[in-house]
């Protein structure tokens, strides 16, 4: 079945303790992305790839790491957590050829829900 | 600066009636737009598109429709059904040369039996 898988589901952690969420696609997409909706912001870009070693910021990278060593995974990395993280993450891919990456339908995970106290 | 604006929070509609949802946006180089639909506790799923050199496309109950000097969109869902309560999302990738994604703040929409 094709999917985007992240883990954890839910995290609630404390200020300042570095943690990683997972993104991985089955699909073999080249575009990758992360977002995290809040309420009345809707969904925000935080980084996307559109290859493997290719990433760029989306509109709220700040605070946020990624990397795209493999073409499957595409990790969300905050080193020091802080409070105003709290928000609902999902990963994205999307095939990326045919003309245009962010054109293309993306396929979403089911979100990873952060706390961070 | 909110490129992509979704001024409807929330839409309720009775079951069978349109559902006209609402998108505009600032940027007059977008020239593709997506709409999106999301459950609770579920991913956001892609519905339908548009590029910038139609005014109008159709699937099924679903069509958007692009007004390019208003800057405007709106998804039209015809019958409306129980199931189509979701929250929905407009969004506007780019511009050319620009990998981005914006997303509008989203509309929810219920669907009253």
């Known amino acids: 079945e094709a999917q985007v898988t992240q883990n954890p589901r839910y995290l609630i952690t404390v200020t300042g303790k570095k943690l990683t969420v997972t993104c991985s696609q089955n699909?073999?997409?080249?575009?990758m992305s992360w977002y995290r909706q809040d309420p009345g912001l809707g969904l925000r870009q935080i980084y996307y790839?559109?290859?493997?070693?290719?990433?760029d910021k989306g509109d709220v990278p700040e605070g946020y790491k990624v990397s795209r060593k493999e073409k499957r995974n595409f990790p969300l990395i905050l080193e020091s957590p802080s409070p105003n993280q709290t928000s609902l993450y999902f990963c994205?891919?999307?095939?990326?050829?045919?003309?245009?990456?962010?054109?293309?339908?993306?396929?979403f995970g089911d979100g990873t829900r952060l706390s961070i106290l | 600066d909110q490129q992509v604006k979704q001024n409807s929070p929330s839409l309720s509609v009775q079951e069978g009636r349109i559902s006209i949802l609402n998108c505009d946006y600032t940027?007059?180089?977008?020239?593709?737009f997506l709409w999106y639909k999301k459950y609770p506790a579920e991913g956001p799923t892609f519905l339908i598109s548009?590029?910038?050199?139609?005014d109008k496309n159709e699937d099924g109950r679903f069509t958007v429709f692009l007004n390019k000097s208003a800057k405007h969109l709106s998804l039209h869902i015809v019958p409306s059904q129980p199931g189509d309560s979701a929250v929905y999302f407009c969004?506007?990738?780019?511009?050319?040369?620009?990998?981005?994604?914006?997303f509008g703040t989203g509309t929810r929409l219920t669907i009253i039996p």
């Open positions: 940027n007059s180089m977008f020239d593709y």
């Open positions: 969004a506007a990738p780019g511009p050319l040369g620009n990998e981005k994604l914006t």
């Open positions: 699909m073999n997409h080249e575009y």
């Open positions: 994205a891919s999307s095939p990326g050829t045919g003309g245009g990456y962010s054109n293309q339908p993306q396929h």
């Open positions: 790839s559109m290859n493997v070693e290719v990433t």
């Open positions: 548009i590029s910038s050199i139609k």
